[in-house]
């Protein structure tokens, strides 16, 4: 009874490939989110959608494209991995969009470029 | 300038005792703020939502004053298992929210 989880929970690879995290909710939600969170444990959101439609899209290299088949997915892709990617992903989601709402993360996505 | 900013920490506090902290944001229009928590190598979890007037939630008390741009969080009583992160977090728009880096606490025996 998983509220939101997410796959791979590690993720190892080499500079220069493509990979894909995957992320599924079952509370319901309209919004899904995708931070990340760098070795310093900021945590910074890179995209947001709402009903499937993109509505928060930080400055993120054009390498990372998120991607909503319906509203309980949200998937990210990365193309030509860096080293700099290296960090933990976590996942979230929350009811709907608006300043009171509550989010509730996956267990995250450790990501190591080589 | 950081749109939230924490204490760093850590925070090494012996069990029972009174431990206290402070974000500060940038964004004068933020509208709603909460304390998330994080503990280590596992994702952030909703502590309590900060209300204009204050509000408590047990042994964790919140403040907010808008004037000065922060908010506060008073723990009591502390207890071992309240080490962990805390994360400051403030929405300047209806969009999205704006994490601080956290400030860590330990509780010792």
């Given at each position: 009874?998983?509220?939101?989880?997410?796959?791979?929970?590690y993720?190892?690879?080499?500079?220069?490939?493509?990979?894909?995290?995957?992320?599924?909710?079952?509370?319901?939600?309209?919004?899904?989110?995708?931070y990340?969170?760098?070795?310093?444990?900021?945590?910074?959101?890179?995209?947001?959608?709402?009903?499937?439609?993109?509505?928060?899209?930080?400055?993120?290299?054009?390498?990372?494209?998120?991607?909503?088949?319906?509203?309980?997915h949200?998937?990210?892709?990365?193309?030509?991995?860096?080293?700099?990617d290296?960090?933990?992903?976590?996942?979230?989601?929350?009811?709907?969009?608006?300043?009171?709402?509550?989010?509730?993360?996956?267990?995250?996505?450790?990501?190591?470029?080589? | 300038?950081?749109?939230v900013?924490?204490?760093?920490?850590?925070?090494?506090?012996p069990?029972?005792?009174?431990?206290?902290?402070?974000?500060?944001?940038?964004?004068?229009?933020?509208?709603?703020?909460?304390?998330?928590?994080?503990?280590?190598?596992?994702?952030?979890?909703?502590?309590?939502?900060?209300?204009?007037?204050?509000?408590?939630?047990?042994?964790?008390?919140?403040?907010?004053?808008?004037?000065?741009?922060?908010?506060?969080?008073?723990?009591?009583?502390?207890?071992?298992?309240?080490?962990?992160?805390?994360?400051?977090?403030v929405?300047?728009?209806?969009?999205?929210?704006?994490?601080?880096?956290?400030?860590t606490?330990?509780?010792?025996?």
């Amino acid at each position: 009874d998983t509220a939101v989880s997410q796959t791979p929970k590690y993720l190892v690879t080499q500079m220069g490939n493509d990979k894909s995290i995957k992320c599924e909710q079952n509370l319901g939600h309209d919004t899904m989110y995708w931070y990340k969170q760098d070795s310093k444990k900021f945590l910074k959101i890179m995209f947001s959608y709402n009903n499937k439609e993109l509505i928060i899209n930080e400055t993120v290299p054009n390498r990372f494209s998120p991607k909503s088949p319906d509203k309980a997915h949200l998937n990210l892709h990365i193309n030509s991995l860096e080293l700099g990617d290296s960090a933990v992903y976590f996942c979230a989601s929350s009811q709907d969009v608006g300043r009171g709402n509550e989010q509730f993360f996956g267990p995250g996505t450790r990501l190591t470029v080589l | 300038r950081k749109e939230v900013e924490q204490d760093p920490g850590p925070f090494n506090v012996p069990e029972g005792a009174t431990v206290a902290f402070n974000c500060t944001y940038s964004n004068s229009a933020s509208q709603s703020f909460f304390w998330y928590r994080q503990d280590c190598r596992k994702e952030p979890k909703l502590l309590m939502s900060v209300y204009s007037s204050g509000n408590e939630d047990g042994r964790f008390t919140a403040q907010l004053n808008r004037a000065s741009q922060y908010i506060s969080l008073l723990i009591r009583d502390s207890k071992l298992s309240d080490s962990a992160t805390y994360l400051c977090v403030v929405t300047p728009n209806d969009y999205k929210l704006s994490f601080g880096a956290g400030t860590t606490v330990t509780v010792r025996a």
